[in-house]
């Protein structure tokens, strides 16, 4: 391995947007957005969330990626803690050519994938005309 691979990144800390009244930590997950011919995919590491921590909402074109992660007791005694308790938060303006009735996302092994199909565009067509 050579020493870029092995370069570690510091968490960010993410901008909520909005007055805090918590006292966690926030952080924005290092994401990946891949896009075809079909759709865009938003692919998001969140290490130790759960299914159930994690909140995608749709509101004004905006797509917010909320997740929260608990400690949980290691038997043993801690060696090293690069891990902290607190949120994952993401937030990305959605283009008009998506079809947001269509979103999905999957939570595997702490990375979730959102996927985004397109719109399909109209096709042409012929319109009869009726008499009367």
Do not use: W
Request: overall charge negative.
């Amino acid at each position: 391995m050579t020493e870029q691979e092995l370069k570690i990144q510091e968490k960010k800390a993410a901008q909520p947007g909005d007055e805090n009244t918590k006292n966690e930590c926030c952080f924005a997950p290092h994401v990946d957005i891949y896009e075809t011919e079909r759709e865009v995919a938003v692919i998001a590491d969140m290490p130790g969330v759960t299914v159930e921590g994690i909140e995608l909402s749709l509101e004004d074109n905006i797509l917010t990626i909320q997740g929260h992660r608990v400690l949980q007791q290691q038997p043993g005694r801690i060696l090293l803690e690069e891990y902290e308790s607190g949120h994952y938060l993401r937030r990305f303006t959605v283009a008009e050519t998506i079809d947001q009735e269509r979103i999905a996302a999957s939570l595997v092994d702490g990375v979730l994938t959102v996927r985004l199909p397109k719109t399909i565009p109209a096709q042409p067509r012929k319109i009869e005309v009726r008499l009367g």
